[in-house]
């Protein structure tokens, strides 16, 4: 079990409060505003530097390169909202590489289990046909192929990515206690 110095209470009650507000928001609105991403990225950055110099700078840095990364690699071809993009590059500082990882493998699961859980409920309350004509493009844009805007992509999702992160998080950090 970690020790409860400044360092910890800091890094604890931000992460809390940053997953807490992001997945509120975008549970509500699909949105994950710049209000909140950008001060807690510049944020982490500060706190890596007070508390750890150097070292937590890189270990902030490969958090980022590794979170905001694979994010906006997802976004450029379509898999994830720009929000995310936002949220992971600011978590992942905070965070560093090593959490990061398991943040991400962590809300995979979460991701998975969410979106199955959606889907049978779903399936039970209006059938297969609706339930699969909800969720493909064709029945948000009228067509299979060509563009499509960002709200249809958003009306399509089944579910907003804040939560899974947070409940990874939270996961991870009860389970890696050590490490942070």
Known sequence: MPHFTIQNVVFLIAIVLFTSVTAWTDLRSRKIYNNTTLPMWIAGWIY??????????????????????????????????????KLMGALSVWLGGSLTLKVILASLIFVVIGT??????????EGWKKTRKHYT????????????????????????????????????????????
Request: net charge positive.
């Open 48 to 85: 890596q530097a007070i508390f750890f110099q150097w070292d937590g700078i890189l270990n902030g840095l490969g958090g980022f390169g590794l979170g905001f990364g694979l994010f906006f690699v997802l976004w450029i071809i379509g898999s994830a909202g720009g929000g995310d993009v």
């Open 116 to 125: 199955l859980t959606f889907l049978i409920i779903g399936i039970c309350k």
């Open 137 to 180: 493009r064709a029945a948000t844009t009228g067509q299979l192929t060509g563009t499509e805007s960002a709200d249809s992509r958003s009306k399509r999702r089944v579910m907003a990515f804040a939560m899974p992160v947070a409940l990874a998080t939270w996961s991870v950090l009860l389970m890696f206690r050590n490490q942070w």
